[in-house]
């Protein structure tokens, strides 16, 4: 079992910055990939950004430039640092940990962006 914990969200204005933590604990060792989704009202869940264990990184077109994924494995925590928001990228934002046991996900944080 792998429990996830994010923080870091909240209410920015239009342009502004935001850095998003996902803390990992539990049976930890086999994480293999960790991931930021969001889910906007009405909207499906999508990938926003990818990190594998060896610190390979992937990202919706959308955020691409101005998000940015890091892990911190002395910390056993996923970073998403998000800069240039916009409107559109309001949501909640959920961490998933892949692990030889399965998929594992947190609870959600949210980000508005608004003005």
């Known amino acids: 079992q792998v429990q996830l914990v994010e923080s870091g969200g909240g209410l920015v204005q239009p342009g502004g910055s935001l850095t998003l933590s996902c803390v990992a604990s539990g049976n930890i060792a086999n994480i293999r990939t960790m991931a930021w989704y969001r889910q906007a009202p009405g909207k499906q869940r999508e990938l926003v950004a990818i990190?594998?264990?060896?610190?390979?990184?992937g990202y919706t077109d959308s955020v691409k430039g101005r998000f940015t994924i890091s892990r911190d494995n002395t910390k056993d925590t996923a970073y998403l640092q998000m800069s240039g928001l916009k409107t559109e990228d309001t949501a909640v934002y959920y961490c998933?940990?892949?692990?030889?046991?399965?998929?594992?996900w947190g609870k959600g944080t949210q980000v508005t962006v608004s003005s």
């Open positions: 990190i594998t264990s060896a610190g390979n990184t």
């Open positions: 998933k940990a892949s692990h030889s046991s399965g998929d594992y």
